[in-house]
């Protein structure tokens, strides 16, 4: 497997948790980060997306994570992305952040 993955994130931060602004309770940001799932599974633009709803600056260019290696990311955040295909989208991935959904793009 290779060392090195590129990816994109949507990331919805809740109140609490980590670095966090959010207002939105846990169960608020599980309920939306799940219909945003939903709306991807049924092909919406993940970029648009993440522009439109991420909590994290990377939203701005769709989520854009760029390349990152392992050791770099949280570890649940390294085990989905680099347990991705190349194009594909992951399911709701929680870490200290928030909830992610993450879409490997290399």
Same mark, same amino acid.
């Given at each position: 497997?290779?060392?090195?993955? +590129?990816?994109?994130? #949507?990331?919805?931060?809740?109140? /609490?948790?980590?670095r966090? &602004?959010?207002t939105?309770?846990? @169960?608020?940001?599980?309920?939306? #980060?799940? =219909?945003l799932?939903? !709306? ?5 633009? $993940?970029g *648009?997306?993440? &522009?439109?709803? =991420? @909590?994290?600056? =990377?939203g701005? &260019?769709? /989520?854009?994570?760029? &390349?990152? /290696?392992? /050791?770099?990311?949280?570890? *649940? $955040?390294?085990? +989905?992305? $680099?347990?991705? @295909? ?10 200290p $952040?928030?909830?992610?959904? #993450?879409? !490997?793009?290399a």
């Amino acid at each position: 497997m290779s060392g090195q993955v +590129a990816a994109s994130h #949507i990331l919805l931060m809740y109140a /609490g948790s980590e670095r966090s &602004s959010a207002t939105r309770s846990k @169960d608020e940001a599980l309920s939306e #980060i799940e =219909s945003l799932k939903a !709306r991807l599974d049924e092909g919406a633009n $993940f970029g *648009e997306l993440a &522009s439109a709803h =991420s @909590d994290c600056p =990377s939203g701005q &260019s769709g /989520g854009d994570l760029g &390349s990152f /290696g392992r /050791g770099m990311m949280v570890p *649940e $955040f390294e085990t +989905a992305a $680099f347990g991705l @295909d190349v194009g594909g989208t992951s399911g709701v991935v929680e870490t200290p $952040f928030g909830y992610h959904l #993450i879409h !490997r793009t290399a």
